[in-house]
C-alpha cells in the first residue's frame, strides 16, 4: 500500500534557526514526489517536485532533496512568514491521485 | 490568470440535505481532483475526473458521493443526505494533465448540523 509519514509532527523554531522536515515514503513505483505549503483555512500552496532519487530543488530559503526512501525539505534561516503546514505527497505511475502525509506544523518565533 | 475557484467557500446543511460544491479549474488545465480534509486528518483523495469522464473514484464513499465534470461548466461533487461525519474541507485541484503537479483551490468549508 502506498504510504507517506512525515516528521515530526509539529516543529518551533526561533527565526533564524535552520532545520529539516523528514517525509519518509513507500509508492508502487513512483512517478513524483510533492511538497506542499498550506496556512490555515487555505488551500495548499505548491512548492516542489521531485522525480528521481539525488534531485533537489530550491527556492528562497527551502531546498526539497529526494532519495529512493525519503525526501528532506530544509529551511535556512527561517523567517516568522515561514510559519505554516508542510506537506509531502507522492503520486505512483499510472495514477492521477496523490498521497499525502499528515503534514509537518512549523512555527517560527521572532 | 485566475486560479482554481471553488463555491461556495462555506457551506452549512442540516442532516439529510444534499450539499453540491463546485469547482473551475485553471485555464488551460483539464484534469480535476477533488480531496477531502477531515478535522485533525490529512488530505485524502476522492475522485479524479476528465471532461466527461471519471479516471478514478477509488476514494469515493460507495453511498450517497457523486462527481461530474460536464464538458461545459464547473466540476461538481454532489453528497446527498448529508451526515455529521460529512463534515469536512473539501480541495478541489486541477492540472494540465495527469504527471503535471496539481493546483488546490481555497476549499469549500462544509458543516453540517
Known amino acids: 500500500e502506498d504510504q507517506v509519514t512525515q516528521s515530526p509532527e509539529a516543529l518551533r523554531l526561533q527565526e533564524g534557526e535552520s532545520s529539516s522536515l523528514n517525509c519518509s515514503y513507500t509508492?508502487?513505483?513512483?512517478?513524483?514526489l510533492f511538497w506542499y505549503r498550506q496556512d490555515p483555512g487555505k488551500g495548499p500552496e505548491f512548492l516542489f517536485t521531485?522525480?528521481?532519487a539525488g534531485e533537489e530543488k530550491e527556492k528562497e530559503r527551502l531546498k526539497a532533496t529526494l532519495t529512493k526512501k525519503e525526501s528532506f525539505l530544509h529551511i535556512t534561516a527561517p523567517k516568522p512568514e515561514d510559519s505554516a503546514t508542510y506537506l509531502c505527497?507522492?503520486?505512483?505511475?499510472?495514477?492521477?491521485?496523490?498521497?499525502f502525509g499528515q503534514g509537518t506544523t512549523l512555527q517560527v518565533k521572532p | 490568470n485566475a486560479g482554481v475557484m471553488q463555491n461556495p467557500r462555506h457551506l452549512v446543511r442540516r442532516r439529510g440535505q444534499e450539499a453540491r460544491l463546485r469547482c473551475s479549474p485553471m485555464?488551460?488545465?483539464?484534469?480535476v481532483y477533488w480531496y477531502r480534509q477531515l478535522p485533525e486528518e490529512g488530505l485524502k483523495f476522492m475522485v479524479y475526473?476528465?471532461?466527461?469522464?471519471?479516471?478514478?473514484e477509488s476514494g469515493m464513499p460507495k453511498e450517497r458521493f457523486s462527481a461530474e465534470f460536464p464538458k461545459e461548466g464547473p466540476s461538481i461533487l454532489r453528497i446527498q443526505q448529508v451526515v455529521r461525519g460529512d463534515s469536512a474541507a473539501y480541495f478541489c485541484?486541477?492540472?494540465?494533465?495527469?504527471?503535471?503537479?496539481?493546483?488546490f483551490g481555497p476549499g469549500t468549508r462544509l458543516t453540517v448540523t
Open positions: 475526473l476528465q471532461k466527461e469522464n471519471i479516471i478514478d
Open positions: 521531485l522525480y528521481s
Open positions: 505527497a507522492v503520486q505512483a505511475r499510472n495514477t492521477g491521485k496523490l498521497i
Open positions: 485541484a486541477s492540472s494540465p494533465g495527469d504527471s503535471y503537479e496539481q493546483y
Open positions: 509508492v508502487s513505483g513512483l512517478r513524483g
Open positions: 485555464k488551460g488545465h483539464s484534469h
